[in-house]
């Protein structure tokens, strides 16, 4: 099985993905943070630097893809079949970062194009996830979080990026259809700290999985 979790940044993304892998014993699938050769610099000038961290962003996705894909075919034959978490989806790069730099005039037309060109092809092999889970949080709850995470380039993010992402992030789930979606609003649940709240969200994970 596959189940996704989608959120903008510092939603809680990875900390709900560490705690289901280690309550159901599943995989977890990281985005790549560290060692990303262009995320400080893009967080610096976004114009100069969105279409090389977005085509770093698609390709690493894309080998997230590749593996689920090899995991899902070992799993026919498997005795006890993986189920893998993965930490943000490809779906994530195109209709909600890459666009929101094109629409702010961070990303050139033709850079757009391209980029969406390449998306396209590689979605022919994207298989949807069995569940998504769609971390909702406010502004202040974003800005919360990644303050506390401490990553010095992160708290040079504007308000307003935050919000556009939040936007966007709220069309794509509307808009959805590829399969079922939890909204959970994390500025109501302390997951991470009040297991009351953690089994709240593993109650309704199972009722979606029903297992
Ligand atoms: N396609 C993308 N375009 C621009 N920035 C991206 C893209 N994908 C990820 N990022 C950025 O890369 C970093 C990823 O960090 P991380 O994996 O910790 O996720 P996060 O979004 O902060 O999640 P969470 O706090 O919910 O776990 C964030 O700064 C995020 O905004």
Redesign the pocket.
Known sequence: MHIA?T?????????L?EQLAAHYGWEVL??A?EG?PY?AD??DDMPRWSFN??IY??NSRFAQVKKIMDIQQANRVASHPKTVVQ??TIY??AA???RN?YQNASMTERDYDTYQHLFANMMSLVRPPDLMIY?RASLPKLRE??QK?G?S??QR?SDEYLTSLNQLYEEFVASYQFGPVLVLDVNALDYANKPTDFKYVLDQIDAQLKI
């Open positions: 979790i959120g903008n940044i510092g939603a809680g993304k990875t900390t993905a990281y985005e943070v990303n995320l893009f967080y961290l977005q962003f698609l930490d943000r994530e790069d909600i970062f890459a730099l971390l979080q990644i995470r990553r380039y992160e993010i």
